[in-house]
């Protein structure tokens, strides 16, 4: 994906939490991660699946950027 770029994910095995749910706990994650160090998170590529059998699960790759 190239520098400066980075991936979080966030799983659920109980099967009781839902696939945005998830997504949003890759989200907020990465978002923090970035304002740590003054700068906004870009979202390069938002993976997510499972279902109540297996679990859900996402997988986030982002950026950092400077803020605008």
Same mark, same amino acid.
């Given at each position: !994906? &190239?520098?400066?770029? !980075?991936?979080?994910?966030?799983?659920?095995?109980?099967?009781?939490?839902?696939? &945005?749910?998830?997504?949003?706990?890759?989200?907020?994650?990465?978002? /923090? !991660?970035?304002?740590?160090? =003054?700068?906004?998170? /870009?979202?390069?590529?938002?993976?997510? &699946? =499972?279902?109540?059998?297996? =679990?859900?699960?996402?997988?986030?790759?982002?950026?950092?950027?400077?803020?605008?």
């Amino acid at each position: !994906y &190239g520098p400066d770029t !980075y991936i979080v994910t966030s799983d659920d095995a109980s099967g009781l939490v839902s696939r &945005g749910r998830t997504q949003a706990r890759a989200l907020k994650a990465a978002n /923090e !991660y970035c304002l740590k160090m =003054g700068k906004r998170m /870009e979202v390069k590529n938002l993976d997510a &699946g =499972g279902n109540i059998w297996t =679990g859900t699960s996402a997988k986030l790759v982002f950026s950092c950027v400077d803020q605008k």
